[in-house]
Structures are given as structure tokens and as C-alpha cells.
Nanobody, 123 residues
Framework: QVQLVESGGGLLQAGDSLRLSCAAS????????MGWFRQAPGKEREPVAA????????YYSDSVKGRFTISRDNAKNTVSLQMNSLKPEDTAVYYC????????????????WGQGTQVTVSS
């Protein structure tokens, strides 16, 4: 099991940028595929982005492709999500998650989750 703590959420305006970070501890970070997910009020949790163990492969949902960038630093045990050109529909609680399975955007495949960080984008 790996423990995950997100940080960096906030209140922003449409068009702003924000960087979320997730710090991992407990197990060997580089053994985990990492993902970012989000959940808006009244909606199901949805995938945002994922990154392979060696950071060579990334995956994005269509709604954020071209605006968000996921990255990781295996030396620092962190994964980040750079969010640009934010829209009101990006408003959600953002979660960092880890899996030992193959890299993917399937929420059900992720075993360990952080507590989430709120991102609110006003128009």
C-alpha cells in the first residue's frame, strides 16, 4: 500500500493555470502507475490523466487533452498535474491514485487513493 497526499488546490478564474502535486510514501513509488481523477458534485469520479512507471507513457481524458499535463519524479516520490486554460467545468475534487496494474484510465484499477484537493474555477 502507498500513502498519497495531494496539495495545490484552490479557487481560480477561467483561463487560469494551476499545478497539483501528490506526495507518495510507504512503498517503492517507481513500482506504481499513477493517475489523477476528479469528482464534481453529484457526478461520478472520472479519470483525468495517468502516467506509466518510467514516465514514458501518459494518458489523458478527452476533456483535458491539450490543457493538462501529468508528470512524475521518481526520485522525489511525487506526481504532478499541470492544469492550463482552466474552465468552470474543471471544478471538482481532484484525487491522486496508484496502481500496480498496467497504466490506464480505469478508475476501478486503482487501489490506493489520496484524500483529494478541491479545485474551483469561476467564470
Amino acid at each position: 500500500q502507498v500513502q498519497l497526499v495531494e496539495s495545490g488546490g484552490g479557487l481560480l478564474q477561467a483561463g487560469d493555470s494551476l499545478r497539483l502535486s501528490c506526495a507518495a510514501s510507504g512503498r517503492t513509488f517507481r513500482n506504481y502507475v499513477m493517475g489523477w481523477f476528479r469528482q464534481a458534485p453529484g457526478k461520478e469520479r472520472e479519470p483525468v490523466a495517468a502516467i506509466s512507471r518510467n514516465a514514458l507513457t501518459t494518458y489523458y481524458s478527452d476533456s483535458v487533452k491539450g490543457r493538462f499535463t501529468i508528470s512524475r519524479d521518481n526520485a522525489k516520490n511525487t506526481v504532478s498535474l499541470q492544469m492550463n486554460s482552466l474552465k468552470p467545468e474543471d471544478t471538482a475534487v481532484y484525487y491522486c491514485a496508484a496502481t500496480t496494474k498496467i497504466a490506464n484510465l480505469n478508475t476501478q484499477e486503482y487501489d490506493d487513493w489520496g484524500q483529494g484537493t478541491q479545485v474551483t474555477v469561476s467564470s
